[in-house]
């Protein structure tokens, strides 16, 4: 079988690799369906996490597959059986740092758990679309840490996967006010296409500004602030923070989902006038099987998330575009043939 795997910085290659062989407690997955994340590009980029000298990172996380192999001490999975992975409950972090990566002819999961660690889906439900499951749940679990509800003006600044997702979130919980934010424009026509009510190109236009004429402006003790409830980053910009810290309104809220691999410097003096409320959300501690279980309802709608296909032949052509903005989810799917 054949492995994709991070030998250095920028050093990706698909190797080959003997077929995994299961413990009692693991299964193996024979996978269909992995997306690339932004994590992974970044991880190319850094030469790998938690590579020993002279070797490898695996990679992917974001996988949907058909179990192959059931060790005997596995409670009802079954040989045949259809499931999404949920890399952050597997012993290795699947795809992370860990010996294990999704993309992959196969994949052990270590330590395997139905309804935790492998998640069942429905015959009918597409491999591509059950492999966004991952994200999605990244993108709720902001949703979630953000306590948006119908009648909150809100803003997702980024309009990638994670941004995407949440503005799909936030219709799906009500909220009819969203402001989409990001430098692309197609990415901007898509989060308008999943229900953003209006988008902002921050390369042409005046963010704030704009935000002050969509959500109007509120004073306190002399400070005018934007009218917007709920900000959040799934960009990573370095001056987004500084910029909703300065301008937001008295007891705003703003969620942080973006990666920031340098420390950010924010006006201290207008947080203590606000008492805006500034919170994180990282990874997707209960949130996959809500996602999973609403796929098939919206599984339409979400084919356009997708916004280019690779076979795992192709998969290094697939991440020079999934470094790219104009992409968004870069899936990669596994037909019989042997990858290049």
Known sequence: MH?????????????????????????VVKVRACGICGT?????????????????????????GEIVAVGSDVKDAYVGQRVVLNPMNTPSFIGSGGPEGAFADQVLVRDARLYDNLLPIDDDLPYDIAALTEPLAVAL???????????????????????????????????????AVDLVDERLERAQAFGATTIINASREDVVERLRVVHGTQERYGHIGTGTDVYFDAAGGPNILNNIVRN???????????????????????????????????????????????LPRLK?????????????????????????PQSVKVMIEFPEVEPK
């Open 40 to 64: 992974d590009v970044s991880f190319v980029k850094l030469g790998g996490i938690n590579r020993a000298q002279g070797g490898v990172t695996p990679l992917g996380h974001e996988a949907a």
């Open 141 to 179: 679990h902001g949703v979630n840490r953000g306590e948006a509800a119908p009648g909150d003006k809100v803003v997702v600044f980024g309009c990638g996967p994670i941004g995407l997702g949440m503005v799909l979130w936030l219709t799906e919980r009500g909220v009819t006010d969203i402001v």
């Open 300 to 324: 339409d709608r979400l084919r356009s998330f997708i916004s280019h296909r690779f076979s795992f032949g192709d998969i290094l052509e697939g991440f020079k575009v999934a470094g790219t």
């Open 3 to 27: 492995a994709l795997n991070i030998h250095g910085v920028d050093d990706l290659r698909v190797d080959a690799k003997s077929p995994p062989c299961p413990d009692a407690a693991d299964v």
């Open 248 to 294: 937001a309104k008295y007891r705003a809220r703003l969620v942080i989902s973006a990666m920031y691999n340098q420390p950010v410097e924010f006006d201290v003096r207008a947080l203590l006038m606000t008492e805006m409320t500034i919170t994180s959300a990282a990874g997707y501690p209960t949130e996959m099987p809500e996602v999973l279980a609403a």
